[in-house]
């Protein structure tokens, strides 16, 4: 990653498509001189294949930091900030299509506090994207957020539908394949929406040493044990690995997991209590509910670029010196 950016996420969310993107692309390409077989076909996809398709999407996040170069206090401005990102922009959507993302496009300002929206109250996503096609929502960030929201401490409730949100709290244990993941991404019978969120945060260059320094000490004593097991010499070989890498330049960077399953009523959620867990078994991945976090774990799932330790009430400048 970029030094300027201060974190980064991959989102990767699922949901029931209402069809209407289906019918204004038939409706956009329709020909009145179209023949008579050709027409019947048409109107019956228009008719019968828009019920409960799946629709994913995929949304990436970069924040950057704001703070001035000169290590004085205060940022740097929006005009400077606008400029930088500017600048790096066409260069981040190039390097992005060349990973076989496909077709990537910035988002507006007024899509995203439109699938804001959508995503604290789920029942709305019908009349969002119909308001879209007529021209846009109108709607503002202040309109964003839910008029009711009940943060318990196992599920979050928010308008009109209930959340619960798991956390990553152990990586994978082996080898993490490309489609490692797919399981998890895949959608969810039974959910309004699901996200899952992958979570990148940069180590700054001056703390790389430490770091791979202290994960080499850590898997030295590991190995050093009487009964050494594969999984020891094989975090062993990573980190010298890492370190190496290190050594010749290459960064390192946090990560981290928010998975976020979005239901009608409560009860549904029973179901994904059991199953959550298991979808992530493949990756070797350990994760766990959110307990008396769910609604900030909730809106760290979301693709609004928050990078939540730079929100803690003791930051990790901070915590680094204990």
Do not use: C
């Amino acid at each position: 990653l970029d030094e300027g950016i201060r974190g980064a996420s991959v989102t990767i969310e699922s949901s029931q498509d209402s069809g209407l993107r289906l019918q204004k692309l038939l409706a956009d390409n329709h020909r009145e001189d179209a023949p008579e077989f050709a027409q019947r076909v048409v109107e019956r996809i228009a008719q019968t294949d828009h019920s409960a398709a799946p629709e994913v999407v995929a949304r990436i996040t970069l924040t950057f930091d704001g703070r001035r170069l000169d290590g004085k206090a205060g940022d740097r401005g929006m005009e400077e900030m606008a400029e930088e990102i500017g600048n790096k922009l066409p260069g981040i959507i190039s390097g992005l299509a060349n990973t076989g993302a496909g077709a990537v496009r910035p988002n507006t300002a007024q899509e995203i506090i439109d699938f804001t929206r959508v995503a604290y109250d789920p029942t709305t996503a019908v009349a969002v994207e119909e308001a879209q096609a007529a021209g846009g929502t109108g709607l503002a960030w202040e309109d964003a957020g839910p008029s009711f929201a009940l943060d318990a401490f196992d599920h979050y409730r928010h308008d009109r539908a209930v959340s619960k949100s798991w956390t990553m709290y152990e990586g994978p244990r082996g080898a993490f394949m490309s489609n490692s993941l797919a399981r998890l991404t895949a959608p969810s019978e039974g959910a309004l929406r699901k996200r899952v969120t992958l979570l990148y945060r940069p180590i700054p260059a001056d703390q790389t040493s430490t770091v791979v320094e202290n994960e080499q000490k850590d898997a030295m004593f590991s190995g050093s044990q009487q009964r050494v097991s594969v999984r020891a010499r094989q975090r062993l070989a990573a980190a010298q690995k890492t370190a190496q890498e290190e050594a010749l330049g290459s960064g390192l960077t946090r990560f981290g997991l928010i998975i976020t399953i979005s239901v009608k009523d409560q009860a549904e959620l029973k179901k994904f209590d059991r199953t959550v867990p298991g979808l992530v078994s493949h990756a070797k991945l350990r994760v766990r509910e959110a307990l008396a976090n769910q609604a900030v774990t909730f809106q760290a799932g979301l693709p609004l670029g928050m990078v939540v330790p730079d929100h803690m009430m003791i930051p990790d400048e901070i915590k680094t010196w204990f």
